[in-house]
């Protein structure tokens, strides 16, 4: 035991730098100081154990290995698994590829500790703050969302500006495609803040602008978010709540604006609202504030009788 060298070891490895007192240290770096020589004293008497016991700490290393195969699958690199999960980089290389042998094979590592994989399987390939932001993503759900915005009055222009993305990347979202992960979650966060709220027609640039952008919404068919359900909207597989041949009035919007709150509406809801408030009286600009319409499509709506939905809205329990 004396001729064995208790000086600490540094350690030369590039990717990463080991600390003293750990197992790593102890068989990687071929440390003897005494605080590596006592985690590998610690670790061999609790390895011992649990097999006495039959609770070996490594388990099939094959469901883990599925499981980052599937985050890599959905764009997630290496890197970020190894920095998101906490397992090395070069135990996460060894479970996908394995360790090069001396014949130059490679062979995945066949068994993991319980840790590593709880870790591993912790991730979720759902999980978009994952993604790089440059990595492609399905844009179905940012084409929903921007299209929606648009029967709101929101025109790619003004969401470029708000959220800072290129136009013609949003332009380019709207007709389909993928996209990067960046332009997503920002199209996103500016759908949970926007969703509910009309586009602002303080003067007549901006009158102009929302209106362009609800005409192209409507002549294109496109459909505003209350047809899409959060959960949903990103799968290209849903179908949203649309119904032609229903003239439903949201009754509970209506009695929501009729009790002081502020939402854009729209269809014979929108009909019904004005209505109703014209007739209790409401002063041209509250209704106008409400509604978060214009003056002068409030004085166009009091004449029309009928407005055709192409949704179905909720109904009053």
Do not use: F
Not at 103 to 121: H, K, Y
Not at 249 to 256: G, I, N, P, S, T
């Amino acid at each position: 035991m004396t001729a064995i060298d208790r000086a600490p070891k540094p350690c030369l490895h590039p990717q990463t730098q080991h600390r003293h007192g750990t197992k790593a240290c102890y068989g990687l770096d071929r440390c003897r100081c005494l605080p590596c020589c006592n985690a590998i004293s610690v670790y061999e008497q609790d390895r011992k154990k649990r097999n006495a016991y039959g609770r070996s700490n490594l388990i099939d290393a094959g469901p883990a290995r599925a499981h980052v195969a599937a985050l890599m699958a959905a764009g997630v690199g290496a890197k970020t698994i190894s920095a998101r999960s906490g397992v090395a980089h070069g135990a996460l290389w060894r479970l996908m590829y394995g360790k090069t042998r001396p014949d130059g094979t490679q062979i995945p590592s066949r068994r993991i500790t319980r840790a590593t994989a709880d870790r591993l399987l912790a991730l979720h390939p759902d999980d978009g703050t994952l993604l790089a932001d440059g990595a492609r993503v399905d844009g179905t759900g940012t084409r929903r969302r921007l299209q929606a915005l648009a029967c709101l009055g929101w025109s790619i222009g003004r969401l470029a500006a708000d959220t800072g993305l290129d136009r013609q990347a949003l332009d380019q979202a709207m007709r389909g495609g993928q996209v990067v992960a960046r332009n997503a979650r920002a199209v996103a966060a500016a759908y949970e803040q926007l969703w509910n709220q009309r586009a602002p027609a303080t003067d007549h640039r901006e009158r102009i602008s929302v209106a362009r952008s609800i005409n192209r919404a409507t002549a294109a068919g496109w459909l505003p978010p209350i047809a899409w359900d959060d959960d949903t909207i990103d799968d290209p597989a849903a179908t949203p709540t649309v119904n032609d041949d229903v003239d439903q009035v949201d009754e509970l919007a209506v009695d929501a604006v009729l009790d002081g709150h502020t939402m854009p509406l729209s269809g014979v809801t929108l009909l019904a609202a004005v209505e109703r408030m014209t007739t209790a009286a409401y002063p041209l600009a509250t209704i106008a504030t409400r509604l978060q319409i214009p003056e002068h499509q409030i004085h166009r709506l009091r004449g029309r009788d009928t407005v055709t939905p192409r949704y179905r809205t909720r109904t009053a329990a």
